[in-house]
């Protein structure tokens, strides 16, 4: 019976895939795609980006004109008083009255130089919206690799459970035929005890897998946003990652998105900074406005006003804020660009540290496999010797246990070898729903950009909000 259920925890890895391999079980390209349409993280950014696309629009308006109308309408009271000289003595008259008073009027602005500061300002917005797109992108690669993270957890952490689960009965069938061994007299009550022991320990070991099973469902639903069924072995993807070290690397610094958003956070810090200087130069309008007014009472009962007017205001001196404000972002410019520095150095210590990982990973997997084949070998052998009295209870159990903690460390070992080759992908930039070939429609926020560009008016949005 011991052997027959020995044979069974053997296969147990097998058995494991072939059942997760029915038409229903999800994949880790699915649960993938899953989240990167559902992530509340994802639409978040993405709202952001959509958000950051109307700083173009809001620069754009520097060049067209403002119009504003005005209407004015009521009762005007007037109570004068003249006095006269001509005739002596002096004479005073009284005027009094109410007047209906109507106005309306039209009034518009163009602005035609401001120190090229409209321009300066269109460029940083469009910087701004190129260095949303790569924040999206770190939000986005962050995202999958939570998800592979959290789909290979609860994979692992179900196997573990079926071998701690399997582990237990193998201990009770071997606490069993120690109590008929002690019934007959073969062995002693310390060998029993030592069997109910192991018993209680297998059983406290799938007790705390489960409640680690748990915890990695409840971490992958808050990922993928959907319930895990069974699951398919997930698959590592080196195949899309540099083949070398120093490629990775080179890689990494340059494709990386949080070292591409920096880059852009430097376009944006340089051009706040021609702003800012832009508010020294001369600023060069045109005003034309056009009023007609109706009254009752007086002898002009129709009045039209219309000018034309050019206006040219040359600042001299405003207290010095404009200096201040100069050399503040000149100071964040230089911040911007050691940042980059920062983000670079982060990126080649993320490439070197995951390829490590990987390579530690793969070695791990070899390792493991050659225990487990050879705790099998030992645990067998053991079996047969505990059986002519050349070994102990005792040397049963823990045989038994070696080949568990054997069969753990090589699921673990295929856990980390899957991520860490997610993980390396990450850092070289190229974790992306394109690269890994999944079918499910792009969101495209080149979309949503060319939608409010270049629009005058309307407060709604093009997703209908």
Known sequence: MLRRRGTLCTVLVAATVAAASHAGADTLETALVQAYQNNPQINAQRALVRATDENVAQALSGYRPRLSVTATAGEQYTDSRTKSFSTTPSTY??????????????????????????????RQAESQVLAARETLRVFEQTVLLDTATAFMNLLRDTAIL???????????EQMRQTRDRFNVGEVTRTDVAQSESRVAAGQSQMLAAQANATTSRAAYRRVVGVEPGRLNPGAPVDRFSPRTLDLAVAQGQAENPAVQAAMHGIDVAALQVKVSE??????????????????TTTQAPETLQASVL??????????????????????????RRIELSLNRDQARANVVQSWGQLEAAKAQIQATQAQVAAAEIALNGVREEARVGQRTTLDVLNAQQELVNARVAMVTAQRDRVIASYTLLASVGRLAIPVLGLQVPLYDPMVHYQQVRDSWFGVRTPDGR
Request: aromatic residues 8%.
């Open 93 to 122: 008259s009284n005027v009094s009255g109410n007047t209906a008073v109507r106005t309306f009027g039209a009034t518009g602005t163009q602005t035609l130089y401001n120190g090229l500061q409209t321009g300066n300002r269109t």
């Open 162 to 172: 079926d071998l701690q689960r399997r582990n237990v009965e193998v201990l009770q």
């Open 278 to 295: 832009g508010a020294l130069y001369p600023v060069v309008a045109v005003t034309a406005s056009v009023t007609k007014s109706y009254e």
């Open 310 to 335: 050019g206006q040219v205001t040359i600042p001299l001196y405003q207290g010095g804020g404009e200096y201040a404000s100069i050399r503040q972002n000149k100071e964040t410019l230089g911040q």
